[in-house]
T-cell receptor, first 109, second 112 residues
Framework: GQNIDQPTEMTATEGAIVQINCTYQTSGFNGLFWYQQHAGEAPTFLSYNVLDGLEEKGRFSSFLSRSKGYSYLLLKELQMKDSASYLCAVNNAGNMLTFGGGTRLMVKP | DVKVTQSSRYLVKRTGEKVFLECVQDMDHENMFWYRQDPGLGLRLIYFSYDVKMKEKGDIPEGYSVSREKKERFSLILESASTNQTSMYLC???????????FGPGTRLTVT
């Protein structure tokens, strides 16, 4: 079966660092995506990891460990506009995306 | 910029009605997808298409059908809408086998 787990909600303070974890068990693995989705809007692409390690892109970084079935999204210098849902998705053997339930991040002043 | 558009942002239909949700992408992408998004369940794949007139079932195809007559357009059809099909419907497109998917703004469908 396919299973992707991430926390339902997280709260953090403006200017701080937050780490959103994602664990997965899927049939086949062809990479892991993180998307950001503001309320009422379409998901937008943040990052893609296919090899183990850390990918950094500005304030956002994403890490992957394939042996552990684990990824995290790290957001630094949090801003109010980072309040959104963050979706973890695995590209499975059929090159289809399986999504986790999403993590709703609230950034407080 | 890739643009994926959906015909309606909000739709209210009655139980038993036939419902058409339209999606158009302007980047000549081969692959197109229909998802529904429900709280706590994330996005679940209903159907996808990798070419004109080609379609494959996703994880939850029951109660839905699709049509892809032109490369840029992918339609989701609810033959007889039911209240459990009340949801947010998201269309997406992708170029190639592996790569990011580009999403439309979504259609919030309410079936009463």
């Amino acid at each position: 079966g396919q299973n992707i787990d991430q926390p339902t909600e997280m709260t953090a303070t403006e200017g701080a660092i937050v780490q959103i974890n994602c664990t997965y068990q899927t049939s086949g693995f062809n990479g892991l995506f993180w998307y950001q989705q503001h309320a009422g809007e379409a998901p937008t692409f943040l990052s893609y990891n296919v090899l183990d390690g850390l990918e950094e892109k500005g304030r956002f970084s994403s890490f992957l460990s394939r042996s552990k079935g684990y990824s995290y999204l790290l957001l630094k210098e949090l801003q109010m506009k980072d309040s959104a849902s963050y979706l973890c998705a695995v590209n499975n053997a059929g090159n289809m995306l399986t999504f986790g339930g999403g993590t709703r991040l609230m950034v407080k002043p | 910029d890739v643009k994926v558009t959906q015909s309606s942002r909000y739709l209210v239909k009655r139980t038993g009605e036939k419902v058409f949700l339209e999606c158009v992408q302007d980047m000549d992408h081969e692959n197109m997808f229909w998802y529904r998004q429900d709280p706590g369940l994330g996005l679940r794949l209903i159907y996808f298409s990798y070419d004109v007139k080609m379609k494959e079932k996703g994880d939850i195809p029951e109660g839905y059908s699709v049509s892809r007559e032109k490369k840029e357009r992918f339609s989701l059809i609810l033959e007889s809408a039911s209240t459990n099909q009340t949801s947010m419907y998201l269309c997406a497109s992708r170029q190639g086998v592996v790569g990011e998917q580009y999403f439309g703004p979504g259609t919030r469908l309410t079936v009463t």
